[in-house]
């Protein structure tokens, strides 16, 4: 379904504009504890750092009568416009970024898309004045709900997608 104001639909929701500061994922079925999940993994990684879209709240939406998880809009930006060394740079800080959250306690799972979904292969990874951010944890993980082997299994995933990331990054 199409949205008023939509930027984006994933496999399971969609994303609209809400304001020039923020965005609602919406959640159309009754899916209110993934919602929520979403929601405390999302702050979980916003009191890490600043890597993640911030949370701003769950809300509920009349006229399209709708859970949402209202984030910032984060305004992407072609990082081919920008020579590979300030792409360097950028990748560094999100490399140690990431880094942290994994310290942390916390895995994305969904740096590459699948390649059975349309869309680029690195869409949760946007690059916004600020540097390199990412969206969607919707299926990301914390140590502390999944336990110590799950999680390394993730990391290892991730460490993967992210080399491949660098590569994409850096050479495209």
């Known amino acids: ?33 993934d919602i929520g999940s979403e929601a405390e993994k999302m702050k979980f990684a916003n009191n890490v750092n600043g890597l993640l879209a911030k949370f701003i709240r769950i809300d509920f939406n009349e006229d399209l009568q709708s859970d949402m998880l209202v984030m910032e809009r984060i305004y992407p930006i072609d990082y081919r416009a920008y020579e590979v060394e300030k792409r360097e740079l950028w990748l560094e800080v999100f490399e140690h970024e990431i880094a942290e959250l994994h310290k942390a306690g916390f895995v ?13 292969a690195f869409d949760n990874i946007l690059l916004s004045s600020e540097g390199l951010r990412l969206i969607d944890v919707g299926i990301s993980a914390l140590r502390s709900q999944v336990g110590d082997n799950l999680f390394k299994k993730y990391l290892q ?16």
Request: aromatic residues 8%.
């Open 1 to 33: 379904m199409k949205y008023p104001r939509q930027l984006s639909t994933g496999a399971n929701n969609s994303v609209i504009a809400l304001s020039d500061a923020e965005v609602g994922k919406l959640f159309v079925d009754d899916t209110r504890s």
């Open 108 to 120: 994305h799972r969904d740096i590459k898309r699948p390649s059975n979904l349309s869309g680029q």
């Open 157 to 172: 995933v991730e460490m993967e997608e992210l080399k491949e990331f660098r590569e994409y990054f850096l050479n495209r």
